[in-house]
């Protein structure tokens, strides 16, 4: 049985991690390294595991937050595809069950806005975990005034929560936004299609997506 824990530690993924995210750094993008794919499969494992489903499943989805964005090593756009590609060949050579890997390899494809739809709870809860991952830290410039539009908006977060209610009912995302950095317009600007594929998600997970910005609800 091939977990988590093996595709952390092995050393051929972290390299695949590593050198896709200096290539985004090349190109001006936020940090989509260890602190991402962790932060992602966190918040995975949080929404599995509270909505209940067993822990092969929240085991899978963890996999796959870990895997999803080794794509970019080969390129930015399409990534979702051919990430899914490689893992499924990184995943094979482990011998991990062809049933695991399907679950795997259809979250990866499925995970990026644009061509992705939640076709299964790990696929949903990939998406979800993956688009609400808001944070200054992912800011890798740190001249101000020089900031693009993405730079703004996530330096703007000062605090960032994802949350499901104890009735199981809604997910809510919150975050505390310094307007003075960024106007929460320009949160929408760029991540209005994130925010209603996360409403999607949530919907074929039983729940009903909420964002919260600066205590008001705008979805």
């Avoid at 390299?15 to 940090?31: H, N, P, Q, R, V």
């Avoid at 679950?103 to 076709?119: C, F, K, R």
């Amino acid at each position: 049985m091939i977990t988590y824990n093996d595709i952390k530690n092995n050393e051929a993924i972290n390299t695949y991690i590593k050198k896709a995210d200096e290539s985004l750094k090349a190109l001006g993008f936020t940090e989509h390294s260890f602190a991402h794919v962790g932060m992602v499969s966190t918040r995975a494992e949080y929404i599995l595991k509270t909505l209940g489903y067993d822990s092969h499943q929240i085991d899978l989805v963890k996999i796959a937050a870990y895997l999803h964005d080794i794509g970019n090593v080969i390129n930015r756009k399409e990534h979702s595809q051919s990430g899914a590609i490689m893992a499924f060949r990184i995943l094979d050579k482990l011998e991990m069950p062809p049933q695991d890997i399907a679950t795997i390899i259809t979250a990866i494809g499925n995970h990026d806005e644009g061509t992705g739809e939640a076709v299964n709870a790990v696929a949903a809860a990939l998406i979800i975990a993956d688009k609400s991952d808001v944070r200054r830290s992912r800011v890798r410039n740190r001249d101000v005034p020089s900031f693009d539009i993405h730079d703004r908006v996530n330096y703007s977060v000062i605090n960032t929560s994802l949350t499901i209610d104890k009735d199981k009912t809604k997910i809510v995302l919150s975050l505390t936004i310094d307007t003075l950095i960024s106007p929460v317009i320009d949160y929408f600007e760029i991540f209005l299609t994130r925010m209603l594929m996360c409403k999607k998600a949530a919907k074929a997970l039983s729940l009903e997506f909420k964002l919260m910005v600066n205590g008001q609800e705008l979805i």
